[in-house]
């Protein structure tokens, strides 16, 4: 079977289908480094529907997720300042695989190894589709953004800045 037309599961795509949450599969040639700008060119998508999933923490290095238009950062001060939070920063690599159990670049907000609360730029929510990563690197998969707030509580916040 080729690559193209399955792709095994992950935690992810396993607690969406577990939901009974309808996806589309979005397989691609990860670039190390590349981001979402890289998956967006190959697949044909708008970086601002493709989203990134962020591990970050606050000043007591309890973890959170952001999720971020691909063609936008976070501004951690506007987001610190949203959720109550003295400061935010992003986790180091090692320590965002621990908590998401996911490789970064691999990172879903599906199906993680740990609960954390998840922040999503609202202006994500107004998108019909978004494409958002499967759990895996190369690996993106196409869901409405309600489904995040559904099946993840996320709360809409206003902390992007154009990259």
């Given at each position: 079977m080729s690559k193209k037309t399955h792709v095994?599961?992950?935690?992810?795509?396993?607690?969406?289908?577990?939901?009974?949450?309808?996806?589309?599969?979005?397989?691609?040639?990860y670039l190390e480094h590349g981001g979402a700008q890289h998956s967006a060119e190959v697949l044909g998508l708008d970086p601002f529907t493709v989203v990134k999933t962020l591990v970050m923490q606050d000043q007591d290095a309890k973890p959170l997720i952001v999720l971020m238009h691909?063609?936008?950062?976070?501004?951690?001060?506007?987001?610190?300042?949203?959720?109550?939070?003295?400061?935010?920063?992003?986790?180091k690599p090692e320590v965002a695989n621990r908590h998401s159990g996911y490789l970064v670049?691999?990172?879903?907000?599906?199906?993680?190894?740990?609960?954390?609360?998840?922040y999503v730029e609202s202006t994500i929510l107004d998108l019909p589709k978004i494409a958002i990563n499967g759990g895996r690197r190369g690996y993106l998969v196409g869901i409405d953004p309600?489904?995040?707030?559904?099946?993840?509580?996320a709360k809409p916040v206003q902390c992007a800045l154009a990259e």
């Open positions: 095994s599961e992950t935690p992810a795509t396993q607690m969406l289908r577990a939901n009974g949450i309808a996806f589309t599969e979005h397989p691609y040639e691909g063609n936008r950062t976070v501004s951690t001060k506007n987001l610190a300042r949203q959720i109550g939070a003295k400061s935010v920063e992003p986790c670049g691999g990172t879903s907000p599906f199906g993680t190894r740990r609960a954390m609360p998840v309600q489904v995040c707030v559904r099946l993840l509580d």
